[in-house]
C-alpha cells in the first residue's frame, strides 16, 4: 500500500501561485504513475496532470497547460504540482493519486491510491 498526504493548498488572487505537495509512504514510491485530479463543487473529479514513473511522460489536461507543472523526486518520495496565472475556475479539492499502470493514465479508475484532498481556492 500507498499512504499518500497533500499540502499547500490555501487562497489565492488570481493571477497567482500554489505549489501543491504530496508526501508518499509506503512501497517503492518510483513503481508509481502519480497524478493530480482536482473536483470543484457540482463537477466530476478531473485528472489535471500526470507523470510517468521516470518522470519522462506527463499528461496536461488542456485547460491547465502552460500554467501547471507536475514533478517527482523519487529520492524524497514526493510528487509537486506547480500552479502559476491561478484562475478561479482553477477553485477545487486537489487530489493526489498513485497508479500502479504502466501507462500514464487519465481516468481516475486507474488509480489505486488517493490522499485526502487538498482545497484550492482563487479569488477574482
Known amino acids: 500500500q500507498v499512504q499518500l498526504v497533500e499540502s499547500g493548498g490555501g487562497l489565492v488572487q488570481a493571477g497567482g501561485s500554489l505549489r501543491l505537495s504530496c508526501a508518499a509512504s509506503?512501497?517503492?514510491?518510483?513503481?508509481?504513475?502519480m497524478a493530480w485530479f482536482r473536483q470543484a463543487p457540482g463537477k466530476e473529479r478531473e485528472c489535471v496532470a500526470a507523470?510517468?514513473?521516470?518522470?519522462?511522460?506527463?499528461f496536461y489536461a488542456d485547460s491547465v497547460k502552460g500554467r501547471f507543472t507536475i514533478s517527482r523526486d523519487n529520492a524524497k518520495n514526493a510528487v509537486l504540482l506547480q500552479m502559476n496565472s491561478l484562475k478561479p475556475e482553477d477553485t477545487a479539492v486537489y487530489y493526489c493519486?498513485?497508479?500502479?499502470?504502466?501507462?500514464?493514465?487519465?481516468?481516475?479508475?486507474?488509480?489505486?491510491?488517493w490522499g485526502q484532498g487538498t482545497q484550492v481556492t482563487v479569488s477574482s
Open positions: 509506503g512501497r517503492t514510491f518510483s513503481n508509481y504513475v
Open positions: 493519486a498513485a497508479s500502479t499502470r504502466t501507462v500514464v493514465p487519465v481516468t481516475e479508475t486507474n488509480y489505486n491510491y
Open positions: 507523470l510517468s514513473k521516470s518522470g519522462l511522460s506527463t
